[in-house]
Nanobody, 125 residues
Framework: QVQLVESGGGLVQPGGSLRLSCAAS????????IGWFRQAPGKEREGVSS????????YYADSVKGRFTISRDNAKNTIDLQMNSLKPEDTAIYYC??????????????????WGQGTQVTVSS
């Protein structure tokens, strides 16, 4: 059974950092794309970043390039999202999800197949 559990969210001041972690079970990362998404109140869910389990290729939304870094540990079956220089507009619930290589597009969240429950990130002074 595929399961994804996010952790690491919290309250942070603007300019601060957080590290989110997505623990995967029931499958191995090597064969999937893993994406991080976020959804703010009243807004659509958007793709933040993704990483291929096979070749490590990555995607970042323009809004987070240079601030966020996605990484994977296939041995631990975890995918982390390091978030630096956080802004109030980064406030959202963050989700990780599994996707299918050559099909799933992080710009289209509906193409991802299994989702975690989410973790809240609040950036505020």
């Amino acid at each position: 059974q595929v399961q994804l559990v996010e952790s690491g969210g919290g309250l942070v001041q603007p300019g601060g950092s957080l590290r989110l972690s997505c623990a995967a079970s029931g499958f191995t990362l090597d064969y999937y794309v893993i994406g991080w998404f976020r959804q703010a109140p009243g807004k659509e869910r958007e793709g933040v970043s993704s990483i291929s389990g096979s070749d490590g290729s990555t995607y970042y939304a323009d809004s987070v390039k240079g601030r966020f870094t996605i990484s994977r540990d296939n041995a631990k079956n975890t995918i982390d999202l390091q978030m630096n220089s956080l802004k109030p507009e980064d406030t959202a619930i963050y989700y990780c999800a599994t996707g299918i290589p050559s099909y799933s597009d992080p710009r289209q969240p509906s193409t991802f197949i299994s989702w975690g429950q989410g973790t809240q990130v609040t950036v505020s002074s």
